[in-house]
């Protein structure tokens, strides 16, 4: 219905050769992939792939034994998760990572972080400086919840939501760092139809509003091809195609992996 | 402040027209707020210059498309203020609003906007455009549509999407190269002239685009405020459909019309938040809304500890003991009257900030009968709810409950300048200077309802009590007789059934048939509270609708209404021998319920035809399939296994019994 108007730039962020295992378990062998600038990017796979591996590799939770991965043009093996996020990379969890007693607005907030420059003391005392930089945080947080209309649920614990909701709150927090490159992992699990299309819709309007460069995981191959630009296909740890999602669609190797073939 | 008051007052000739009270308020209540939203979790407001200035720039852009006097221009989204804005910044031209229900699928909205030769929209957002784009498709006459909120349509290429920031920039350009263009024709506005085209969503085939005047809208609209003696004090929360009349006249006409502010929600969902941020003076609901929040407060006292419980049960059998009598202005006795004022301080008062309902001084229920018990418990509380009847045809006000002689049972007297009449029938008729000047494009619909001398057919069957009161008992058409000859009035009944909490929706059927039998749907909130408390497990709304516990449930309360009925003279025969639980919510994307949630009883005979044989089979099981539709317009499938219960039915007694003693 719309024309896509949307510009795709330069490589982002480019994994080679990476190889990782967890003692004699190969967790990922020689994967290599690019992410440009402004795309959706979907990893998929069957279960067990190694899709989460290769997300926690590129976020710095898991330090491959092998292969570079270089992101802005800085090669990099060892980044810690700090770091990763100090520098636009934001992430949500497969298994919902939020503090649950704490309000939507409170969860949110958290995300912002990395972006508070008053010390403790200071903030505390909600004094001057520290009170204005809440305030203009408060603002964009405001905006987030706004976007992901999530306003009837702001002051609600997160412990309290249903899932979908959690997952949207999570969402939100990612959001809340204002990130380069967004890592969503399996950001549709467990959801019913209705909240699964809300969530595409979500997730095509942050790359089109904020211009965020999106790498999701997705074991439901349907939802995916919809919405991403180019797909990397795992299947035990190695990659056995790239493209977009018309040419995977066709390859022999991903239907033999979904559908299983005889031996 | 300003001191200047106005309000209240007989009507300025002169000033006949919405954009010319405008004007006015521009002028006098100047700096004092008109409309408030709340927008990024802070209430943003603008007082009557700030909306005048808005309203001026809306006009100058719709000018500068080209929509021209008598155009139909359509709105449609929740209540913002720009879109109250650009219907005073339409009329302002002399085109014609329309506005859409926005939750209607795409059908019943492309009904509307084809019939209603509708050349420019304005939507809300994104998912309002897309309707509108797939509508224009089949209906090119749509050339513009105009859009608020900018989010996702960055990329939307098709010709004529203007974004509503464009058009007020383009409105300015337009206003600075025609200066007074605004003035010029405002004046050229008259009271007789079409105000607005509302389309009722209709129980029965398609909607009709009931036409009013600014006369009409106007006159009823300073009747009504000046009967409940509203100022530009007041403050009221706009959260029903602007598509229905209601919203129409109380956050629009009435706020032009008295000058007080209207505050729009953050969205469907907060509404009760901003209920309590808000803390309206004057508060519009329907029935429904009101037991809600009771049914709330019940669940929430059930839960609460054992002081707050009987501090609440004791403090409420005293309100309503003591406080209709104290609101109504009778005398009542000095012990009554402390224990009031301390029951204010330890339960009345917190209960009420808590439902946001501290400030409010006004409150109007219409559309349905409200239970007497929910009725009273407002009332006992000090709030001052009245009932209302009317319908779009007449600009809402036929009857009204002047303060001190509220009765839950009937509807009030005829509101002020409206004569009714009780025809032969059995119907109620009405004549008054809100009744509409005809529907649009459907003469034969206008000739059905309305008499060449103007006076309207309700369709509602009612009479008077000895004190001049009115009571409706059911649509008119709707009254029939059982085979046996005894008068059925379905709703009567219904209505009974749906005063106890458990139950959400009824659905009598008996006409022409042995015996009532009925639909139940179960109030999820309620019976699953219930349910809880009794240690009863359920995953879904149709596994806890099926539990025999549950049917234990509600046959309790359909023997009770069978006492009930039992004492009334006309209806005792008609109790209700057998029911059934439906396994879904009646639900109006499904068709079964009007977009103002009124049961369409014919629809839901022929979609359930096979229960309703079930029902006088004398089957113990019904097996149905029904399909549903979701709010995207796909659909899908729910199939179950109802059992059907026979209930008690008890002696005609009460007041047949008591007069044969005499």
Same mark, same amino acid.
Request: net charge positive; proline share 8%; glycine share 8%.
């Given at each position: 219905m719309s024309a896509t108007t949307r510009v795709i730039g330069e490589v982002l962020l480019k994994v080679e050769g990476i190889n990782l295992s967890f003692g004699g378990v190969r967790a990922l062998s020689e994967v290599s992939f690019d992410i440009r600038k402004g795309e959706i990017r979907a990893i998929i796979g069957p279960n067990g792939a190694g899709k989460s591996s290769m997300l926690n590799c590129i976020n710095g939770f898991y330090h491959p034994q092998q292969g570079s991965i270089t992101y802005k043009g800085q090669p990099r093996r060892q980044m810690r998760p700090h770091e990763a996020a100090a520098q636009g990379i934001a992430r949500t969890f497969q298994n919902i990572a939020l503090? =649950? $007693?704490?309000s939507t607005l409170d969860n949110i907030m958290t995300g912002r972080l990395l972006k508070m420059k008053q010390n403790f003391l200071m903030q505390a005392l909600y004094w001057g400086p520290a009170q204005r930089e809440e305030i203009a945080h408060r603002e964009h947080v405001e905006k987030i919840i706004d976007f992901l209309e999530i306003q009837a649920i702001r002051?609600?614990?997160? $412990? =309290?939501?249903p899932y979908g909701l959690q997952k949207r709150v999570e969402l939100g927090r990612a959001l809340a760092a204002e990130p380069e490159l967004l890592l969503l992992d399996e950001p549709m699990a467990g959801m019913n139809v209705e909240e699964k299309e809300d969530m595409c819709r979500f997730v095509l309007d942050v790359n089109e509003e904020f211009g965020t460069t999106i790498a999701l995981i997705e074991h439901d191959m349907g939802v995916v091809m919809d919405i991403s630009d180019r797909v990397v296909v795992l299947d035990y740890g190695r990659k056995i195609a790239d493209g977009t999602p018309d040419e995977v669609r066709a390859d022999q190797n991903v239907i033999d992996a979904y559908l299983g073939v005889a031996h | 402040m300003n001191n200047a008051k106005p309000a209240g007052g007989r009507r300025d000739s002169r000033v006949d027209t919405f954009p010319k009270l405008l004007l006015r308020n521009a002028d006098i209540f100047a700096g004092r707020p008109a409309v408030r939203e709340k927008d990024y979790g802070i209430w943003q407001t603008w007082s009557w210059t700030e909306s005048l200035a808005n309203v001026r720039e809306i006009a100058g852009g719709l000018a500068a498309l080209g929509l021209s006097r008598g155009d139909k221009i359509a709105l449609v989204g929740d209540n913002r203020p720009h879109l109250y804005w650009s219907i005073c910044a339409a009329q302002s031209l002399g085109a014609i609003p329309v506005p859409v229900y926005q939750d209607s699928v795409a059908d019943e909205m492309s009904f509307v906007i084809d019939h209603a030769e509708v050349r420019i929209a304005i939507a809300e957002d994104q998912e309002q455009v897309d309707k509108l784009l797939q509508i224009r498709a089949k209906?090119?006459?749509?050339?513009t549509i105009i859009y608020k909120d900018p989010r996702g349509m960055r990329h939307y290429a098709e010709p004529g999407l203007v974004g509503l920031a464009e058009l007020q920039a383009r409105g300015s350009e337009y206003a600075a190269a025609n200066p007074e263009f605004f003035e010029i024709e405002v004046a050229k506005g008259k009271g007789s002239d079409v105000s607005v085209m509302l389309y009722t969503s209709g129980t029965t085939g398609q909607p009709k685009g009931v036409m009013l005047s600014y006369d009409n809208v106007l006159v009823t609209a300073e009747n009504a405020i000046e009967f409940d003696h509203l100022t530009d004090q007041d403050e009221i929360l706009a959260y029903l459909p602007m598509a229905w009349v209601g919203d129409h006249i109380f956050s629009y006409a009435e706020s032009y019309v008295a000058g007080f502010c209207v505050a729009c929600p953050e969205s469907g969902a907060t509404v009760m938040t901003d209920l309590k941020e808000i803390g309206p003076t004057f508060f519009f609901a329907p029935p429904r809304i009101f037991e809600n929040i009771l049914t709330q407060v019940s669940i929430r006292m059930d839960d609460a500890g054992w002081i707050k419980r009987k501090m609440f049960q004791f403090f409420m059998t005293h309100a309503r003991r003591a406080g209709i009598a104290i609101l109504d202005g009778k005398r009542v006795s000095l012990v009554d009257r402390f224990l009031y004022w301390l029951g204010g301080i330890l339960v009345y008062g917190p209960l009420k900030n808590v439902l946001g309902l501290t400030r409010m001084r006004l409150g109007y229920t219409a559309g349905e009968a409200i239970g007497p018990d929910i009725f009273d418990f407002y009332r006992s509380l000090g709030l001052n709810l009245k009932q209302l009847y009317g319908m779009t045809e007449t600009s809402v006000f036929i009857c009204m409950q002047p303060d001190g002689q509220i009765k839950p049972d009937t509807v009030g007297i005829a509101a002020p300048d409206v004569e009714i009449k009780i025809a032969d029938s059995g119907e109620v008729l009405v004549k008054s200077p809100g009744v509409f000047l005809n529907y649009f494009k459907n003469d034969k619909a206008t000739a059905e309802t309305k008499t060449p001398d103007g006076w309207v057919h309700t369709g509602d069957a009612g009479f008077f009590d000895h004190d001049g009161h009115l009571k409706i008992i059911d649509r008119a058409k709707d009254v029939g007789r059982l085979k046996d000859g005894t008068l059925f009035a379905p709703k009567y009944i219904e209505n009974k059934l749906k005063f106890f909490s458990y139950i959400k929706e009824a659905v009598a059927f008996g006409d022409k048939h042995d015996h009532v039998a009925t639909f139940i749907n179960i109030d999820l909130d309620a019976v699953g509270n219930w349910a809880e408390r009794q240690g009863i497990s359920y995953a879904s709304y149709q596994e806890l609708a099926a539990k025999p516990e549950v049917y234990e449930l509600i046959q309790s309360c359909v023997e009770q209404v069978n006492r009930d009925l039992a004492t009334d003279e006309k209806l005792a025969a008609s109790q209700i021998k057998r029911f059934l639980i439906l396994h879904k919510e009646l639900d109006a994307d499904d068709g079964e319920? *009007?977009? *103002?949630?009124?049961?369409?009883r014919s629809f839901v005979g022929q979609r359930f035809a096979s229960l309703i044989e079930a029902l006088y089979s004398g089957a113990a099981r019904a097996h149905i399939s029904t399909e549903v539709t979701f709010e995207d317009g796909r659909k899908g499938k729910i199939e179950a296994d109802l059992a059907i219960r026979e209930a008690r039915c008890v002696p005609p007694t009460g007041a047949t019994a008591l007069k044969k003693a005499s």
């Open positions: 503090f =649950r $007693g704490m002051k609600v614990p997160v $412990g =309290r939501l | 209906h090119p006459r749509l050339a319920l *009007t977009r *103002t949630r009124k049961v369409r």
